[in-house]
């Protein structure tokens, strides 16, 4: 596979541990200037990779969250009032098609309506941004390349990509990590030793199965590192696990003393 | 018939590979002064034949692509503040009809309902524009044309064209390429051979036949474009196929199980 | 009845054949200062009447298209900013009333409820436009009528006028044209000969029988009109039937069908 | 009952023929500085005989019709730019409570929820206007009255007035005039003579009871009036019968027809 | 009781004739800086409650009649342009908060969800009213306080104080007069005698026990001072009962006619 | 636990009497820069603990009252007119991440959607906040930590946070204290003595067993604290519970009746 970088990750390249080919196929769209989509769960790296897919690839990246009230000219730009005039100030996207780089739109599907339509003629042949309050239509570079992401775990009827905006991307899967790097990601991300830190990715692994019954989603990576860093700052095990593994994913009492349970049987 | 035009295309001109006599139809139209509406699914290259006819007529092109918060003043125009004064800013219709040439309205029915009725006095046989806003009265030169496009496949009872809207419109019903032109398409454009092409295609038609079952969408011929663009990049056919047409397609893991059965049963 | 002009339509005025007493009524309605409403299908010459008669009468005629985000500033006037002041501008309503003629207001149904209330003053004895923002209260002079239509084949249990302001007004029903009078009026809109119009009205006739059941609305005379252009121009009929009676009426490949076969009985 | 005026109307009193107690009411409210709601059908007069109350008492009348989007600042005012400052314009609640005089809200029911909460200061004892946006607080003159108007026989259930509002008014129920009051009424407003009006109101009571049936609302005594305005203009009876007692009540292809025969065994 | 006030309301202290121990409790909680709820139906004499004891206490009274559209920035204040600038401009809350006085909001359920909101910090220990969009913190000095009122009796489930909010205040019960008090208040106000009075109040509480069955709410005591009003004018009883106490309660046909019988039984 | 602090809280720092592990999970937490959500119902302390702590620690504290119309420009700023231009105000929030502190958003499940995301780049390993407006990003400091609270027990599906925003807090679920806590909490806030708050207490246990059945929320210890007070002024015990532990919690009259009775049993 000749696409694969083999010089090694530089200090200033945030780390990440590759679960399969993702890092391949990032390569391959962005030499193809093809666009992006990443599904996966809460916390299980997707915002990570991008930005050590950036740094390793030497591109600008800019991160829009999005979310309900997002509309398309907070991406494209607006007008604002200076000195009494109008003057056009550009939105992230904008720039980014502007300056060359990746443009990452995380939880995409939050978005109102528009943003996903004014991403269409830049994921088409065109790789164009027509800005109609300008006039002015951009051409991206080759070096643009936009990344958008989404959580299909949410049982969200009204948020789902139209067919006509899912088929611009080419698409990555994301999952949680297997065992044992889990346990090296989480022990080298809080401080916490592998033996101290394997139980609580056992004890995940054992609440994410729960996902879709008593919990809406299960146990994100980044919580594991919450925990094993409070219990690397002296707390007790237990205390840790009911305050980042348990009070975080439900309200319910009764599925709490379940969960505690669990714990228990796992946590001494 | 002595529609045709007999110069072959330049090569500025994009390439477009009719699939019947769309190519006469939108000439007689262009020349009875008629608007069009173009229906058909996703990425099946309506945008792509409008941006051909455009170039073949020597016709300048305006693409709106429209969008549940586009309103009639984001075609017509609005008056932006420019020194203390408000000033008329010409929306992209406005200038289609002021300087000539198709102003085409990218899956019209997303758009806020107003629009289509912006659109009446001009697709009858007034044609004219009425900017309410600054009391002008444009009437369209007859190098003018209105094309404007929807996908009949999403199933949204809320967003249709009314038949006042429709009934001002000689309508063009799209579908995918036959089989051997469709070939021809993917390899040109993505620079791999016909032979790996065309079992992408033959994949690519079995999953068309799910659509309304266990998929919104058929896989598209962009989205096939994108999977022998990323296997002539070196990626594996398996990978690629995932990527392009089974992630784009589905969230179900049932179905994406049976997709990914489905494709490994016809690429190896 | 002598309300009837009785001068032959000069070349200015344009073409409206009558189908029963709705010239006599408008011209009743105009010396009584009464207000009109016209009920009946899309592109029967409901907008072509208000034409002709405004053209007969010798009166301006402004006409505006109704659509969801049509408000009463909209028909009324607004304020805009010009050069820091905020200064009155007429709209379209008001210029109507200021200056007398008729003021035609296209698919009232669909403007948004405080236009029908706007309209309340100016259609009872009072004839009077309240302008609340300026202050001004104009009475409209003799030779101001106003002009209402709908279209009550919609099924739209949302839009649809209040008895309040549905017994303002002197109300007409409009139809299709008889038969013989149509083919006249296709054939000489669209150049083509009246033995090869025939088919087409026969089969328009046939089509319209479906509205309610397999299609929303039937065949418009203006979609007669481009079937017979586009024939005109050299398209076969079989072509500019499908492309302007079939494809514009549905999407639904069942009924697809079965009008295509229906119109091939007819249209050899 | 001595709250009766004598003095017969001055020919600048606009025409009103009372049905029962409804002047000596006004009167007596207006005395006692009582604010007054009057109930009634589309047509039935009270808009009349407001117009008429406020001149036979020889105080000014502001009239404004309520609509789904009048809002407290429509009546109370607004600021404006102007020259770069915001002034303050006092809308046509504001300038009435100024200036003493009637302010109408006719059909107040269809406004925005704001605005009945604006009516309750004005309407119980401390009878003042709180003007929040300006910081001052208006109290009403002797001379000062608020009527306002609604027709309970809309279905609406989302559009009606809230205790709290309704238990501050005084209140009227208006209904159609009697036969022979109506008669003349219609004649004297129309010019056709008795003998011609007679089977038109006749007519009319009929096609009244239907009301809530067949039909939303009953013939209006304005739809009377217009009748016999196109027979005095000239038109054949049916004629006008047709397009203002049954064009204006249905669009229902079986209910005009029952109409138009039962208008047929009245109206020769 | 040692909180009650000794020296008798002076000539201009607002008559209130106490139910209970309201006027205790409100001193108490005023001693204390508690905000206070007042619960009860419609015109039972909340409002008038309020200006009294604010009289009583020689306190300013700003009072805020909710609806709707109130929203945060109509108690807190906001920016307005002036001269070019934007300048802050107190709301009447915010007034209250700084000049101290009590702060009246009338239906506090009405308004916008963010005005409870705001209610918080005022409405705890802290005391204070952060303004966010100046960056200041007001501090309540201990001569502020504030006062709200709702009619639990609206049947409005979206309508209702979040128990965060109600759990906030001291809150006091309303119901109308005892039959010998309401005599005496209705007889004062409208200077009918209290033998003529006496079945008019003797009827509002026979109309007071069908709430909630036939009609949504009983008759107020205010609409009770009205019906005294208009028969003290010379009205007859009955048509002052049937404007007062009839026609404000109910627009059905068949609730009317019950109502009347029953009046007619009470009333001569 | 040498997490604790040892010193003796000072004079200026709110008391708070912690019921678990809560105060050593808070320094932990701000130690490790994570952020924290408090769980619990209305009125338990979360407020005042959060003042506590920031006090403690010698932190500055920053508090929002999230609600439905908060949206993420009231907490990260906006552009404001001034003299003719647009200047950027930092929001509340922004302001914390500038100069550090605690920024508290007591209730952030009400606030609107956007305000959850905007939190998303502050409460990952990047504690970043983008200012798209400006095109900024502000990195925080590591004296900034985020808090936010809600009350799990409102039953208000609407009103959740998304598990992608949840899974980035280290959690804490509060209660109600220990009933000899808040008999001493509840005396020494009142001035009321322990004997006479012990029953007052009882009594609020008894209450509290039954929300969610008869009453939508137990009565607060704020509550307890009005009650206590208002004896303390002199009150009579049943007076004082009817106002602050019983109007408070319901409007129903069956259930007011049977809290009434509950209340005799414990208070003479």
Known sequence: ???????????????????????????????????????????????????HM??????????????????????????LLKGGDTIWVDGPLTRAVREGGICYLDEVV??????????HPLT???????????GEQLEAPPGFMLVVSYNPGYQNLLKTLKPSTRQRFVAIEFD?????R???????????????V????ELARR????????????????????????????????DAVRSTMIEPLTDEPDVRAALIELSQAVIR
Not at 38 to 45: A, F, I, M, S, Y
Not at 176 to 180: A, Q, T, V
């Open 1 to 51: 596979m000749n696409l694969m970088l083999t010089n090694p990750p530089s200090p200033d390249i945030p780390a990440y541990s590759p679960a399969g080919n993702e890092c391949a196929l990032f390569e391959t769209a962005w030499t193809r200037q093809l666009p992006l989509l990443l599904k996966g769960p809460t916390g299980c790296g997707k915002t990570r990779f991008v930005s």
């Open 54 to 79: 950036a740094a390793r690839l030497g591109l600008p990246l800019s991160t829009v969250s999005c979310h309900d009230d997002l509309a398309a000219a907070d991406l494209t730009g607006r007008y």
């Open 110 to 119: 939050e978005a109102r309506k528009d943003v996903a339509v004014v991403l």
């Open 124 to 134: 088409d042949d065109r790789r164009i941004l027509p800005l109609e309050r300008t």
């Open 176 to 180: 949680f990590l297997p065992k044992d």
């Open 182 to 196: 889990e346990i090296e990601v989480v022990s080298s991300e809080s401080g916490l030793g592998t033996t101290e």
């Open 198 to 201: 394997a139980p609580l990715v």
């Open 207 to 238: 609440l994410r199965v729960l996902k879709g019954h008593d919990i809406e989603e299960g146990v994100s990576t980044r919580l594991l590192v919450y925990c094993a860093s409070l219990i690397d700052a002296g707390l007790s095990p237990r």
